[in-house]
C-alpha cells in the first residue's frame, strides 16, 4: 500500500506538472499573440497620425498661398483706387481754377467801375450831409455817454455789493466748516488712571496731553474751535435723510458713489467724467459746457487720479499716461506743476524734476463743452500760455531733430517723419492730424511744377452756362461734365434743374 501511494501521488505530482507546464506555454502563446496585435494597432495609429498631420501641413500651405493672392489682389486694387482718385481730384481742381482765376477777373474789373462811380456819388453826398450831422450827433453823445456812465457807474457798485456779500457769506461758511473739521479731528477723553482728560486723533488714534490748537470735540459733543468759540456739532442735529444729503453734495448726482468732477452749467448738477461722457453723448446735451470740481482726473485716460499738469499742453496726466504722451519728441521737454492730493502747485517743473522758476496760472479754471466741444474755455491766461509753449518749444527742439528724420520737401502743411521701425508717415502741424498715407499736398518741387504746368494748360479751356449756378465742361475724352462754382462740386452726371446736353 505504500509503494502504492507512493506511485499514485508521484503520478499525480507529474500530472500536476505537465499541466502547470502546459498552462505556462498557453500563458506565453497568448501573450506573444497580445503583442503582435497591440503592435499592429499602434503601428495603425501611428500611420493615421503621420498621414493626418501630412494632410494638415497641405492643407495649411494651400491656403497660406491663396491668402498671399488674395491679400497682393486687395493691395493692388487700393492702389488703384488711390491713384484714380488723385488723378479725378487734379483734373477737377485744375478745371475748376481755371474758371475762378476767370471769374475772378471779370468781377474785379466790374467791381472797379462801381466802386469808382459810386464813389464819386458819396463823396458829394457825405460831405454836405456830414457837416450838417456832425454837430447834432457829437452833442447827442455827449449826453447819452454821460447818462448811461452814471447808470452803469450805479448798476456796476450794487453788482459788486451783491457779489461781496454772496462771496463773504460762502468763505465765511467754508471757514466755519474747516473750523468744525479741525475740532472733529480730536476727541477729548477721560483718563482712567489719573482723572484728567488727553485728546485722541481719531484719524492716527494718537494721543495727546496738549490742547490741539485747531480745536476739539468735547466729551458732550460740544466743539471747541480754533477761536475758542464753543458750539453743537450740526452733524449730531442732522436726520439721516439730512446726513446722506450732505453726503452727495461732493458725489456723482447720476451714479452718486464717485466723486463728482464736472458741474455741467445747463443741467445744474454734479457728474463724475464716466456719468457724464454717458449723458451728453447725444441730443442737445453734447453742446453743454462744464467746469472742474473735486479731485483733478487724468484728462487722457479719464479714469486715474492727476499726478501732473502739462503747462504746454494745459492738460492733467496721472503718472502712467505722462510718461506714454511724454516718452520722446519735443514733449519730452514739457515743464509741468505738480498734483499733490487733488491739489494743483504752480511752481513749475522741468523734465528733470528741478524748477524752472515759473509760476503759470494752470488747472483750477478748466471747463470744457459747449459748441466747440471739448476745451478750456477758462484755462491760462495768453500770456502764460504763450511763455509756456515758448520753454517747451525751445526746450524739445534739439531731442526732436535727433529723435526723427524731417523731409523738407513736404508741403500742405505736412512734414515728413520717421518711426522707430524707419517707416516713414506725415504730421500736419497746423491741424494736428497725422497718417501713414502720403498725403495729397505732400510732394516735390518738381511735381509742383508739373502739376503748375498742367493746372496752366486747363485753364485755357472755357465753360458753357448750365443754369443753376452749374457750368459744363469738356475734359480730355470729350466728356461733359459740370462744376459748381458756388458749392466747389462736380459731376459726370446731370444735375436737376439743368437740360441734358444733345
Given at each position: 500500500q505504500c509503494a502504492c501511494r507512493q506511485y499514485l501521488a508521484r503520478k499525480r505530482l507529474q500530472e500536476r506538472r505537465e499541466a502547470q507546464a502546459r498552462e505556462l506555454a498557453a500563458l506565453r502563446m497568448q501573450s506573444i499573440q497580445r503583442g503582435r496585435v497591440a503592435r499592429r494597432v499602434a503601428e495603425a495609429r501611428r500611420q493615421e497620425e503621420r498621414e493626418k498631420r501630412?494632410?494638415?501641413?497641405?492643407?495649411?500651405?494651400?491656403?497660406?498661398?491663396?491668402?498671399?493672392?488674395?491679400?497682393?489682389?486687395?493691395?493692388?486694387?487700393?492702389?488703384?483706387?488711390?491713384?484714380?482718385?488723385?488723378?479725378?481730384?487734379?483734373?477737377?481742381?485744375?478745371?475748376?481754377?481755371?474758371?475762378?482765376?476767370?471769374?475772378?477777373?471779370?468781377?474785379?474789373r466790374e467791381r472797379a467801375k462801381q466802386t469808382a462811380a459810386a464813389l464819386k456819388i458819396q463823396k458829394v453826398y457825405r460831405g454836405h450831409r456830414g457837416r450838417l450831422v456832425t454837430s447834432l450827433k457829437l452833442s447827442q453823445s455827449?449826453?447819452?455817454?454821460?447818462?448811461?456812465?452814471r447808470a452803469a457807474t450805479k448798476i456796476a457798485s450794487g453788482l459788486r455789493g451783491m457779489m461781496a456779500r454772496k462771496r463773504c457769506q460762502e468763505l465765511r461758511k467754508v471757514r466755519d466748516e474747516q473750523l468744525m473739521d479741525d475740532a472733529r479731528l480730536f476727541q477729548e477723553v477721560l483718563s482712567e488712571d489719573t482723572g484728567t482728560s488727553f485728546y485722541m486723533n481719531i484719524e492716527t488714534q494718537e494721543p495727546t496731553w496738549d490742547?490741539?490748537?485747531?480745536?476739539?470735540?468735547?466729551?458732550?459733543?460740544?466743539?471747541?474751535?480754533?477761536?475758542?468759540?464753543?458750539?453743537?456739532?450740526?452733524?449730531?442735529?442732522?436726520?439721516?435723510?439730512?446726513?446722506?444729503?450732505?453726503?452727495?453734495?461732493?458725489?456723482?448726482?447720476?451714479?452718486?458713489?464717485?466723486?463728482?468732477?464736472?458741474?455741467?452749467?445747463?443741467?445744474?448738477?454734479?457728474?463724475?467724467?464716466?456719468?457724464?461722457?454717458?449723458?451728453?453723448?447725444?441730443?442737445?446735451?453734447?453742446?453743454?459746457?462744464?467746469?472742474?470740481?473735486?479731485?483733478?482726473?487724468?484728462?487722457?485716460c479719464e479714469k486715474e487720479m492727476a499726478a501732473r499738469w502739462c503747462v504746454v499742453c494745459d492738460d492733467p496726466f496721472c503718472g502712467t499716461c505722462w510718461e506714454s504722451m511724454h516718452r520722446r519728441g519735443r514733449?519730452?521737454?514739457?515743464?509741468?506743476?505738480?498734483?499733490?492730493?487733488?491739489?494743483?502747485?504752480?511752481?513749475?517743473?522741468?523734465?528733470?524734476?528741478?524748477?524752472?522758476?515759473?509760476?503759470?496760472?494752470?488747472?483750477?479754471?478748466?471747463?470744457?463743452?459747449?459748441?466747440?466741444?471739448?476745451?478750456?474755455?477758462?484755462?491760462?491766461?495768453?500770456?502764460?500760455?504763450?511763455?509756456?509753449?515758448?520753454?517747451?518749444?525751445?526746450?524739445?527742439?534739439?531731442?526732436?531733430?535727433?529723435?526723427?528724420?524731417?523731409?523738407?520737401?513736404?508741403?500742405?502743411?505736412?512734414?515728413?517723419y520717421q518711426d522707430d521701425g524707419g517707416n516713414d508717415y506725415w504730421f500736419n502741424e497746423v491741424t494736428g492730424e497725422s497718417t501713414y498715407d502720403e498725403p495729397v499736398a505732400v510732394g516735390t518741387e518738381g511735381d509742383v511744377a508739373a502739376a503748375g504746368a498742367e493746372d496752366g494748360a486747363?485753364?485755357?479751356?472755357?465753360?458753357?452756362?448750365?443754369?443753376?449756378?452749374?457750368?459744363?465742361?469738356?475734359?480730355?475724352?470729350?466728356?461733359?461734365?459740370?462744376?459748381?462754382?458756388s458749392t466747389g462740386e462736380s459731376t459726370y452726371e446731370t444735375p436737376e434743374g439743368v437740360e441734358a446736353p444733345t
Open positions: 501630412a494632410s494638415a501641413l497641405l492643407q495649411r500651405v494651400v491656403r497660406g498661398r491663396q491668402g498671399r493672392k488674395k491679400v497682393t489682389q486687395i493691395k493692388r486694387d487700393i492702389v488703384e483706387g488711390r491713384a484714380a482718385q488723385a488723378m479725378q481730384k487734379r483734373a477737377r481742381g485744375m478745371l475748376a481754377r481755371k474758371r475762378v482765376v476767370k471769374m475772378r477777373e471779370e468781377a474785379t455827449r449826453t447819452r455817454r454821460m447818462v448811461q456812465t490742547v490741539p490748537p485747531g480745536g476739539y470735540t468735547r466729551k458732550d459733543g460740544m466743539l471747541v474751535l480754533a477761536t475758542g468759540k464753543v458750539i453743537e456739532d450740526p452733524l449730531t442735529t442732522m436726520t439721516d435723510e439730512e446726513r446722506r444729503a450732505k453726503e452727495l453734495e461732493t458725489k456723482c448726482s447720476e451714479c452718486e458713489s464717485r466723486d463728482a468732477t464736472r458741474f455741467c452749467e445747463q443741467c445744474g448738477d454734479r457728474f463724475c467724467t464716466t456719468c457724464y461722457n454717458d449723458n451728453h453723448k447725444t441730443g442737445a446735451r453734447v453742446k453743454h459746457s462744464w467746469s472742474r470740481l473735486g479731485p483733478i482726473e487724468c484728462g487722457e514733449r519730452a521737454a514739457h515743464p509741468y506743476c505738480p498734483i499733490f492730493e487733488g491739489k494743483l502747485d504752480p511752481s513749475a517743473l522741468g523734465p528733470d524734476g528741478l524748477p524752472t522758476g515759473d509760476e503759470y496760472t494752470v488747472g483750477p479754471q478748466e471747463r470744457g463743452g459747449g459748441e466747440d466741444g471739448e476745451g478750456n474755455g477758462g484755462a491760462a491766461p495768453a500770456a502764460d500760455k504763450d511763455l509756456a509753449a515758448d520753454v517747451g518749444a525751445a526746450a524739445g527742439a534739439a531731442a526732436a531733430d535727433a529723435e526723427f528724420e524731417k523731409d523738407a520737401t513736404a508741403g500742405g502743411g505736412f512734414v515728413k486747363a485753364a485755357e479751356q472755357t465753360g458753357t452756362d448750365a443754369g443753376g449756378g452749374w457750368t459744363q465742361y469738356e475734359d480730355e475724352s470729350g466728356a461733359v461734365y459740370y462744376y459748381n462754382e
